[in-house]
């Protein structure tokens, strides 16, 4: 009989070699790791990684779980958990560019304690949303540009707010000017809006099983918590609220809680 660890590691070079055109070099720090876990015969198995439930869907013949790899993943194997049974995934190494912005704004650099306060209020709020995980069937992937525009490739710069460090940049910013229409790139629900200190107007959409999407900065917000949305509905529009230096959609996805390259997943 074949062990479970021999068939995660065949099941994922497959997997790989399948999903090459849509995840190439994503086996690294902010990428995604697919992995075939079995037979759709059989019933979905709970897949894991540190402890966090996967999104686990069925592609073809196969039950598939996806795993978000953290930016600050050191480069090595990883292991996920099958039904209580441990699997390797082997993950490279990636160098993310520095980024550093001046903000002439010295409250979003430096912050008072009434803003610390609300900033960790705030954090809360959408911690909450991102590794939250809703137990409905997800049945791809895959996510339409959620405004038209120049997409940068900024995902996991370390930032440098005047000379200062900050985390890694999280998400893609598309350039597109202020109202411009933001649609849902895939049907969802809403799980959060709000107006937040360095997000500014925010709306979070559950996709399902951990599968998150953000949308930052904008000028307004045209829905509303537990709002259900199809591909197409308008989600609100672009603008340049919370730290910003002009308009753009500060675009995020998110699974098992990890933040991952918003370009893996675009069409």
């Not at 650099?109 to 709020?125: A, F, H, P, T």
């Not at 411009?180 to 997000?199: L, M, W």
């Amino acid at each position: 009989m074949i062990n479970r660890l021999t068939l995660v590691s065949i099941f994922l070079c497959l997997a790989a070699t399948a999903m090459a055109s849509a995840t190439e070099q994503s086996l690294r720090p902010g990428g995604i790791a697919i992995v075939e876990v079995g037979s759709v015969n059989n019933a979905a198995p709970e897949v894991t990684l540190n402890d966090k439930p996967l999104l686990v869907m069925q592609r073809d013949d196969q039950w598939v779980a996806v795993a978000g790899i953290a930016l600050d993943t050191e480069p090595g194997v990883i292991q996920i958990s099958v039904n209580g049974e441990p699997a390797s995934v082997d993950i490279s190494g990636h160098d993310y560019r520095e980024q550093r912005i001046t903000v002439e704004n010295k409250s979003f650099v430096e912050q008072n304690q009434e803003e610390l306060d609300r900033i960790w209020g705030e954090r809360k709020i959408i911690d909450a949303v991102l590794t939250s995980f809703t137990k409905k069937p997800v049945d791809g992937l895959s996510l339409a540009a959620p405004v038209p525009g120049a997409q940068s490739d900024s995902f996991g710069y370390r930032r440098f707010f005047n000379d200062q460090p900050r985390s890694p940049h999280k998400g893609m910013d598309i350039s597109a000017g202020s109202g411009a229409p933001i649609v849902a790139p895939r049907a969802g629900t809403i799980a959060a809006t709000g107006d937040y200190f360095f997000n500014g107007n925010t709306v979070l959409v559950d996709h399902g099983q951990g599968f998150i999407t953000m949308y930052c900065h904008m000028s307004e917000i045209a829905v509303a918590e537990g709002q259900q949305v199809a591909t197409g509905d308008i989600l609100g529009a672009v603008g340049a609220t919370g730290r910003v230096t002009g308009p753009h959609l500060h675009f995020g996805t998110y699974l098992n809680g990890t933040a991952v390259d918003p370009a893996i997943f675009l069409d």
